[in-house]
Nanobody
C-alpha cells in the first residue's frame, strides 16, 4: 500500500506562489502515475496535474503556464510549484498515486491552499 503525505499548503495573496510536496512511502519509480487533484468549496474534486512515469505531464487548462509538477526520485517526493495564484485556486489539494503493482489508486489526506484577493 502506498502512503502519501502532503505538505506546503497555506494562505497566500493573489499573485503569490506556493510549493506543495507529496512524500511517498515507496520509490516513485515503482508508481505508474502520480499527480495532484483539488477540491474547492462546493465543487467536485478535479485534476490539477499528472506525472506519468516515463510519460508526458498533463495539466488542467486552468493551471497551464502557472503550475509545474515534478518528481524527486532521490527523496520519493512529488512537488507542485504553483505560481501566479488566483482566488479560484483556493481548494484542498490532494496527492494521488496509481500503482501498477497493485492496480490501485491512493490518496493523501490533503492540504489546504487559500488564496486571498
Amino acid at each position: 500500500q502506498v502512503q502519501l503525505v502532503e505538505s506546503g499548503g497555506g494562505l497566500v495573496h493573489a499573485g503569490g506562489s506556493l510549493r506543495l510536496s507529496c512524500a511517498t512511502s515507496e520509490s516513485i519509480f515503482s508508481i505508474a502515475i502520480m499527480g495532484w487533484y483539488r477540491q474547492g468549496p462546493g465543487k467536485q474534486r478535479e485534476l490539477v496535474a499528472l506525472l506519468p512515469r516515463g510519460g508526458t505531464t498533463n495539466y488542467a487548462d486552468s493551471v497551464k503556464g502557472r503550475f509545474t509538477i515534478s518528481g524527486d526520485n532521490t527523496k520519493n517526493t512529488v512537488v507542485l510549484q504553483m505560481n501566479s495564484l488566483k482566488p479560484e485556486d483556493t481548494a484542498v489539494y490532494y496527492c494521488y498515486a496509481y500503482s501498477a503493482a497493485t492496480h490501485m489508486s491512493y490518496w493523501g489526506k490533503g492540504t489546504l491552499v487559500t488564496v486571498s484577493s
